[in-house]
């Protein structure tokens, strides 16, 4: 069974970076097929995906969100990581890891319990 | 604004069957296939539906998907209280070249 657990701050100054982690067990970030992706559900809104990183380390990100999102990957503690610079009360939201099968039947079928953050002074 | 869209509520009794819809366009829902997820008060989402109508082992069969051009939808019939929540359509849309979501429907079991 993979499982999937978002760490990092709760709390982050505006204009600051986010820095969040994922650690993903039974299941590695290096396996052919899969894509590590971080999604977000802002307030009163739906949910974004911001980006992922593939097992062969590309990444891709929503275009709007390009700019400000950077995704990383340590194969040697089999995790992924998100920062965002520069954040701003706009920017509160719950953040999730997921897996994202690739191919045609493309679906995300792991996902992390999430991470609140609140960007707040 | 989600790209695709649903009701934002619905609602039934207790053994009733419920239907959630999904509407998008021919750059996703009309050319791709749609993901159903379930978000239960308090916890991660899960993948319920995929492939437009797939349950993943140990999803109920009282759960069940299909698409038409580009709508979508997911029935529950049955209806249970542990099924309140939110649920979420997804695809993936050529044009934007990413996936999208729907802004998610509450069920409530009344």
């Known amino acids: 069974q993979v499982q999937l657990l978002e760490s990092g701050p709760g709390l982050v100054k505006p204009s600051q970076t986010l820095s969040l982690t994922c650690t993903v067990s039974?299941?590695?970030?290096?396996?052919?097929?899969?894509?590590w992706s971080w999604i977000r559900h802002l307030p009163g809104k739906g949910l974004e995906w911001i980006g992922y990183?593939?097992?062969?380390?590309?990444?891709d990100y929503n275009p709007p969100l390009r700019s400000r999102f950077t995704i990383s990957g340590d194969t040697s503690k089999n995790q992924f990581s998100l920062k965002l610079a520069s954040v701003t009360a706009a920017d509160t939201a719950v953040y999730y890891c997921?897996?994202?099968?690739?191919?045609?039947?493309?679906?995300?079928?792991?996902w992390g319990q999430g991470t609140l953050v609140t960007v707040s002074s | 604004q989600s790209v695709l869209t649903q009701p934002p509520s619905a609602s039934g009794t207790p053994g009733q069957r419920v239907t959630i819809s999904c509407s998008g366009s021919?750059?996703?829902?009309?050319?791709?296939?749609v993901n159903w997820y379930q978000q239960l008060p308090g916890t991660a989402p899960k993948l319920l539906i995929s492939?437009?109508?797939q349950r993943p082992s140990g999803v109920p069969d009282r759960f069940s998907g299909s698409k038409s051009a580009t709508s979508a939808s997911l029935a529950i019939s049955g209806l249970q209280s542990d099924d309140e929540g939110d649920y979420y359509c997804?695809?993936?849309?050529?044009?934007?070249?990413?996936?999208?979501f729907g802004g998610g429907t509450k069920v409530a079991v009344l």
């Open positions: 492939s437009d109508n």
């Open positions: 039974g299941g590695s970030i290096n396996s052919v097929g899969y894509k």
């Open positions: 997804e695809a993936w849309d050529d044009r934007l070249m990413r996936p999208v």
């Open positions: 990183i593939s097992y062969s380390g590309t990444t």
């Open positions: 997921a897996r994202r099968v690739v191919g045609a039947s493309r679906r995300f079928d792991y």
């Open positions: 021919t750059s996703n829902i009309g050319s791709n296939t």
